[in-house]
Every structure is written in C-alpha cells, then in structure tokens.
C-alpha cells in the first residue's frame, strides 16, 4: 500500500524531510463544527455516534472539508475500552462519561478480562475500513486509544474527577490491585491499536491524559512501564509502510527523557513545555507535536498566528533541518472556538518558513 498523496505527517513523525510542517488537531472533529452538532442530533446522542461507522466516518471526514489538515483522525472515545469490558458506559448530560459498574470490589477486578477488538469493538474496526476508502488515499488516517492508566482513572472513579482520591488511594493503599487493573489494559490497549491498524490506521496516538497526575515515582511505576509495554507490543509495520506511534501525557513535560526511551515515534507535548527545551533535551530519539495552548484560539487571526508562529520559531530555534515537528495544540480544541479561527492557524502554520 503506497503512502498517502499528502504524507508529511508520516514523514514528520519519522524525522525524514517535509515539504512544512505538517498539522492536525486533537478534537477536530467536534462540537466547535455547526455540521458536527447537526450529525450529533441526528444520532440521538454521542454514544449512538460513536457506534455508527457511517456517521463516524460523516464526523471524521467534516473538518477536512473546511481546513487544509494534514492528517484525519478516527472519531471516537477513549472509553471503548472499558465499555466493552462491560463497565456500562453512559454520558450524562452536562456530566461527561459514567460507568454503571465502576471497579471497586477485587473480585470484579479480579474479573476483569480483555475484550476481542473484533468482536466487542468492531463498529471501530468498521469505522477505520470506511474513513480509509473514504479519504481514497489524501491524507493519513490516525487511530487511537486511551492509556492504561488514563483509562484505569476513569475505571475506578466511576467517571471523570478532579483530584482521583478513589484510583491513587488504591495506588497507595492496594497496589497490586491497580497492577492487574493496568496489566489488563495494556493488553487491551495493545490488542485494540493493532487491530485499528489491521482495519487501516496509519499512525496511532496513546492518550495518557492523566499521567500528570502522578508523583514522579508513580508515574514510572503506573504509567510509563505500562506504556512501554503497549508500544513494544504494536505493530512497527502494515501493507510495507511504517505505522507511527505517538505517545502523549499531558503535564509529562518532566518526563520526556524516560519517555523517548520507551520505543515511540513521537512524544506529544503540552503547552507549558517549550519545543525547542524539549527538542534539545530529546536529541533525535523522537519527533516532538505540539504545541500551541488551545485557549489561543478565541483570540483575533492576528494574536493567533503571533503564537502559532512563536510556537514554530521555538522548535526551530534549535537549528538542524525542520523536520521531526507536527504541529498540534497542547490540549483537544474547546468546543467554543470560532470555527473560523481556525483557518488562520491553519495558514500561519503551513506558511512558516524557518
């Protein structure tokens, strides 16, 4: 299988030349987009969304038709997972995600099993084969997944939380439970991106959203070794092409030398770290994404190319060739950001010449 028309984004990620940097967006298919909300309400709710490969395929395909983006990304949730392990997802609303059956007994940890990606999570699998023909070879497509302990957080909480009193006094108090916890779901995960990458995907990205959580020492302990053993275990490549892996933990910016030693293509970075730090301290181990503070965008076209711009002077203040940097935000996009906006980061990025 050739490479897409437009693979800067795969060439970023694999430190080889560009033609500029290349740019995608987490959320970019979301609530900011008036055609997202009107697909959103013709399936009743977000779930029903999700578990619709056509309409998957409608949201993940919408803000390329508006942006010159540099790569789709499969629309989806990071808590298929525990959904198909039987946890009874739900989304309240004005709440976020729920679970009916949050693990709090050992025994239903004890239970816990990993489920068949094509068999539990095939409306997945679906939506990866239909956005792949749909995008008939422009743009790479990126699946994804949430990390193990990012997804243990919401496993044990029950849902979303703003300190995770429930999950790290478990840490603190049963850690042995929460290693089984986490063992499942690094074989879950695993199991899953291959799969996504079996139906299509052409890059993958591991959310470790709640990795910053942690102290310093836990974090090694129950987040990164669980990293490292997902990204060991992926597919390197499909169809003879590379299949990069992207790993981001948002507030890791204190971690990154451990983290570019566990095996992944590219580290995503927050806002509060800079690029060009980050890239002295990397070397040439990994590409970098990232990483403009998506609260820019309320501000006018001109505040947000200044930012975006210093943003790509910070990467390229470090000499060497510019290349290795897929820019991102440093968080998904809120779903208030004019649309509009949008389009002058897009320019300011594609435009930039170091």
């Known amino acids: ?4 028309h437009n693979d800067n984004f795969l060439r970023a990620l694999l430190r080889e030349p560009v033609d500029y940097t290349p740019l995608w967006l987490m959320r970019q298919a979301g609530r900011y987009l008036p055609e997202y909300n009107e697909t959103r309400r013709r399936a009743g709710n977000f779930l029903n969304l999700c578990k619709s ?11 390329l038709a508006r942006y010159k983006l540099d790569a789709a990304i499969l629309f989806s949730d990071i808590l298929t997972i525990p959904d198909a392990m039987g946890l009874g997802l739900y989304f309240a609303e004005g709440e976020g995600p729920k679970f009916e059956r ?6 239903a940890i004890r239970d816990l099993t990993v489920p068949d990606p094509y068999d539990h999570l095939r409306y997945v699998l679906d939506a990866v084969s239909e956005i792949r023909r749909a995008l008939d070879n422009s743009v790479p497509l990126i699946g994804f997944s949430g990390s193990p302990f990012t997804l243990a957080c919401y496993m044990v909480e029950g849902g979303g939380s703003s300190d995770h009193r429930t999950i790290k006094t478990m840490l603190y108090q049963r850690p042995d439970l929460l290693h089984h916890i986490l063992d499942i779901n690094a074989q879950a995960v695993t199991a899953y ?7 299509g995907a052409q890059a993958v990205q591991i959310f470790d959203t709640w990795g910053g959580a942690l102290s310093h020492r836990a974090f090694q302990e129950f987040s990164l070794a669980y990293l490292k053993k997902v990204v060991s275990g992926l597919k390197k490549s499909h169809d003879g092409e590379r299949v990069p892996c ?7 910016g204190q971690w990154l030398e451990s983290m570019a030693d566990i095996g992944c293509d590219a580290l995503g970075l927050d806002w509060t770290t800079s ?5 002295r301290r990397v070397g040439d181990k990994v590409a970098l994404q990232g990483n403009l503070d998506p609260i820019t965008l309320f501000a006018g076209p001109d505040a947000i190319a200044a930012e975006a711009t210093r943003v790509l002077e910070d990467y390229a203040s470090t000499g060497g060739p510019m290349t290795g940097h897929v820019f991102n935000l440093g968080h998904g996009i809120s779903q208030f950001t004019p649309p509009e906006h949008v389009t002058a980061l897009v320019e300011t990025v594609h435009n930039f010449r170091a």
Request: proline share 10%; charged share 20%.
């Open 1 to 4: 299988m050739a490479r897409p």
């Open 102 to 107: 949050p693990l709090r007994e050992e025994w």
């Open 275 to 279: 690029l060009g730090d980050a890239r």
């Open 246 to 252: 992207i790993v981001f933990t948002k507030g890791g």
């Open 193 to 199: 991106l291959n799969a996504q990458i079996e139906a």
């Open 53 to 63: 490969p056509s309409m998957a395929c409608e949201v993940t395909l919408q803000p």
